[in-house]
């Protein structure tokens, strides 16, 4: 994929999502909780919620903490509160986050979440699969996957109105 390709608009890839969720919230009665990884997962997982007009309020994780990263340097993290207004333990948990590349986010997701309690299942539900994986994670459902990007190119969420991706170059650093 090259920076002139045009990337999907997000609504169409939400109603897909949506879609894909369907199946899994009869399975469970229709109770689910839906949590959303700060910033662009926040974003997604309240149109998910919206479609799925699900009776729980939904979830939010701050990973920044958890990020095996963190330590690097060169992050500059603006820390929000999760918020988790009910118990995990048990539950049918849906974590949604915007893009997938290497996994790493997914792992501190998963991490935080397990702090709160211990969930009967977790699907991860994303927007946009871009490839690249790290580490084992492969999302439940994907809105659109993009495994042709060069490791420079970045696909980011842009929103919260109206919600948007953009398709960028990252500089590499050079020695």
Same mark, same amino acid.
């Given at each position: 994929?090259?920076?002139?390709?045009?990337l999907?608009? $997000?609504?169409?890839?939400?109603?897909?999502?949506?879609?894909?969720?369907?199946?899994?919230?009869?399975?469970h009665?229709?109770?689910?909780?839906? *949590? &959303? *990884?700060?910033?662009?997962?926040?974003? $997604?997982?309240?149109?998910?919620?919206?479609?799925?007009?699900?009776?729980?309020?939904? &979830?939010?994780?701050? *990973?920044?903490?958890?990020?095996?990263?963190?330590?690097?340097?060169?992050?500059?993290?603006?820390?929000?509160?999760?918020?988790?207004?009910?118990?995990?333990?048990?539950?049918? %948990? #849906?974590? %949604?986050?915007?893009v997938?590349?290497?996994?790493?986010? $997914?792992r501190?997701?998963?991490?935080?979440i397990?702090?709160f309690?211990?969930?009967?299942? %977790?699907?991860?539900?994303?927007? #946009?699969d871009?490839?690249?994986h790290?580490?084992? *994670?492969?999302?439940?459902v994907?809105?659109a996957?993009?495994?042709?990007?060069?490791p420079?190119?970045?696909?980011?969420?842009?929103?919260?109105?109206?919600?948007?991706l953009t398709?960028?170059?990252?500089?590499?650093?050079?020695?």
């Amino acid at each position: 994929m090259n920076s002139s390709t045009r990337l999907p608009d $997000v609504e169409p890839l939400l109603d897909h999502m949506a879609d894909a969720l369907r199946a899994p919230l009869a399975e469970h009665e229709g109770q689910a909780h839906l *949590i &959303g *990884i700060h910033t662009g997962g926040v974003w $997604v997982a309240g149109g998910l919620h919206r479609r799925l007009d699900l009776d729980q309020p939904m &979830g939010t994780l701050d *990973i920044t903490y958890y990020r095996d990263d963190l330590a690097h340097g060169g992050l500059h993290p603006h820390i929000r509160p999760s918020r988790l207004p009910w118990s995990v333990d048990g539950q049918l %948990v #849906i974590l %949604v986050d915007d893009v997938l590349h290497t996994g790493r986010t $997914v792992r501190a997701a998963l991490n935080e979440i397990f702090d709160f309690g211990r969930p009967a299942r %977790v699907l991860l539900a994303t927007l #946009i699969d871009r490839g690249g994986h790290e580490l084992p *994670i492969a999302a439940d459902v994907v809105g659109a996957r993009y495994d042709d990007l060069a490791p420079t190119q970045r696909i980011k969420l842009n929103g919260p109105e109206p919600l948007t991706l953009t398709l960028s170059e990252r500089e590499v650093p050079t020695p």
